[in-house]
């Protein structure tokens, strides 16, 4: 269980790539290699990849994500995946997408004062991401997960504090939002080329549709480059289920399909 933790910690938490420049863990531990990539995969919308790994793994079902096909024997664990949009996706959002958590602190008058900034602007989601991302000055990495209040008033962070100072200013508006765990494709990271990297980021249910949010690169999103591996429940640090899900990451491997 102690490597556990600290192979979610250090790729998690603190292995986010982010919209600036910062000072990123070694590759090795927060990127996985993308094989036979092509140039196909920064212009389509629509993406397939096989994440597999030697150790039992979940792949999220997302509205942005779908399972095409599963192997799962003694020794090989693997997903073919479609990422960018997934049709059939029809689950609405619950309420726990909705709730207070010890780290979103959605009545805080810090986070009631941010949020009432936005509320009455034409769309609450984009001017989420551009206030976060203003609001979060210096862009780091290794910082525990901390509470939305605290993210602001410190003004720091990583992919971690984007993620929960978004869904906490969406919660106070009463917009359904979730975290979501996983990978985001990379040109380049940390000197390594074509690299998933490990990554936080949102979802919000608004006009009734989900919509990704990602506060450390606002406005328009490829969301084929995303790989969700689990939803976070922002209750505590770590939740018993999301370490569960974490568990194999340091054995995945991503290709490709086209």
């Not at 790729?11 to 090795?28: E, F, M």
Request: proline share 5%; glycine share 4%; with cysteine.
């Amino acid at each position: 269980m102690k490597k556990i933790y600290a192979i979610v910690i250090a790729t998690i938490v603190c292995g986010c790539l982010l919209y600036l420049y910062s000072q990123p863990l070694p590759a090795s531990l927060s990127t996985v290699p993308i094989t036979n990539i092509t140039s196909n995969l920064w212009k389509e919308e629509i993406s397939l990849f096989m994440v597999s790994s030697d150790e039992a793994f979940t792949i999220a079902i997302t509205p942005y994500q779908k399972i095409l096909s599963s192997k799962n024997t003694n020794t090989t664990y693997a997903y073919i995946i479609a990422t960018g949009k997934n049709k059939d996706y029809q689950q609405k959002p619950s309420e726990k997408d909705t709730k207070d958590t010890r780290l979103l602190q959605i009545g805080n008058p810090v986070i009631m004062q941010h949020a009432k900034k936005i509320a009455t602007l034409e769309n609450p989601i984009q001017e989420a991401e551009q206030l976060v991302f203003q609001a979060i000055e210096t862009k780091t990495e290794g910082i525990p997960i901390i509470p939305a209040p605290a993210v602001f008033e410190a003004k720091k962070g990583d992919c971690t504090e984007h993620a929960i100072a978004t869904i906490a200013l969406l919660r106070a508006l009463h917009i359904p939002s979730r975290a979501v765990v996983g990978m985001i494709a990379s040109k380049e990271y940390a000197g390594k080329k074509n690299v998933f990297v490990f990554h936080m980021w949102a979802e919000a249910f608004y006009n009734n549709r989900w919509v990704l949010v990602d506060a450390t690169r606002p406005g328009k999103k490829k969301s084929n480059i995303y790989i969700a591996l689990s939803y976070h429940s922002l209750e505590t640090e770590m939740p018993l289920e999301f370490l569960e899900t974490m568990a194999s990451i340091q054995n995945l491997k991503v290709t490709y399909l086209s």
